[in-house]
């Protein structure tokens, strides 16, 4: 899909106006983290540091006027700092619930992969289930509710690989990666004096979110559009570079993001191109090669790449 067309719902263009006073040269970023919002899911972004990811989680925060927590994992994190812990107050006898910052709207759980997988899971059921269990006490979690996960690549000294049932938690994974020479000297010249976000004023409010969230779920899908994601994770079950395929949980996140993409352009309907177009960043980072094809220096993105060639889209005249 060209990127031409890049928003036009007026209910979200403001939001990724505030967004690009901010982080320069970074809509398509901006637009696909709106995405993953929308469409109640949580993104993960993996790229080297210093390139604006915690930046746009805290940026997205501020323009939604959202209660923005951020969690700093670190090798001795333990699960109890991110979901919080039971203390015993002896003045009333009883104990007391002191809920840790995965109770917040925006979460900015920064550099996730430093930390070991016992901590890294304390998230699954709050990603999952918008609720978290301490103590036998379960706790409902924000609503809105959204992760936004950075990492480091795994190949950096100190990291974790995320578990795959962490990976399958999040809707979209994106890479930020480097600026451009010209939008290095814009970013310069916008930070010389005052850093842009402190200027950022809020232009839509939790409920007004929620309103929105509530529009993408009546998007409408037509059947065969649903076909062409269901032809896309069969295949990647089927191929032969494959160890584990997409999961229907994948199958569900795509026709999510798909909805979300067309209501971002101001749409009520999903065309087969905007599944053809989120589609690496919501199947690559689901799927596990086999030993054979990560030896041959094989990605997912290429397995992914491949099969959009191999699978045609389907085409109705009602879509245009």
């Known amino acids: 899909m060209s990127q031409q067309t890049f928003l036009y719902n007026p209910k979200v263009n403001k939001v990724l106006k505030n967004i690009k006073k901010v982080m320069i040269g970074k809509e398509k970023e901006a637009t696909l983290s709106l995405v993953a919002l929308l469409a109640e899911g949580h993104v993960l972004l993996e790229d080297v540091p210093g390139v604006g990811k915690t930046m746009l989680v805290r940026t997205l925060a501020k323009s939604l006027d959202c209660e ?3 969690i700093q994992f670190t090798p001795d994190l333990l699960p109890s700092d991110v979901t919080g812990v039971s203390i015993y107050n002896p003045k009333e006898m009883e104990f007391e619930f002191r809920g840790g910052p995965i109770l917040g ?3 900015l759980a920064d550099e996730i992969n430093r930390t070991s997988p016992k901590t890294q899971s304390s998230l699954l059921e709050a990603m999952e289930e918008m609720s978290v269990t301490v103590d036998g006490m379960t706790i409902q979690l924000n609503s809105p509710f959204f992760v936004m996960a950075t990492q480091n690549p795994i190949e950096y ?14 809707i979209l994974k994106l890479k930020m990666g480097y600026p451009t020479p010209t939008e290095e000297l814009e970013m310069l010249e916008n930070t010389s004096k005052d850093h842009p976000i402190k200027s950022i004023e809020a232009v839509m409010n939790k ?3 929620m309103d929105v969230q509530r529009e993408v779920r009546e998007v409408f899908i037509e059947k065969n559009v649903l076909h062409y994601i269901i032809q896309l994770v069969t295949a990647t079950r089927d191929h032969p570079s494959v160890y584990l395929g997409v999961s229907p949980r994948g199958s569900i996140a795509l026709m999510k993001a798909a909805k979300a993409f067309a209501f971002i352009h101001d749409r009520d309907y999903v065309l087969p191109d905007d599944v053809k177009y989120l589609a690496p ?6 799927i596990i090669l086999n030993s054979e094809a990560k030896f ?3 990605t997912t993105e290429t397995i992914i790449a491949e099969l959009l060639k191999e699978i045609s889209i389907p085409v109705r005249k009602e879509y245009f």
């Open 207 to 209: 409920e007004e979110l």
């Open 296 to 298: 041959e220096g094989t």
């Open 157 to 170: 000294e100190g990291t974790y690989p995320l578990p795959e049932a962490q990976l399958d938690r999040f």
């Open 68 to 70: 923005f927590k951020r």
């Open 105 to 107: 709207d925006i979460v």
């Open 281 to 286: 960043y919501v199947l690559a980072h689901r």
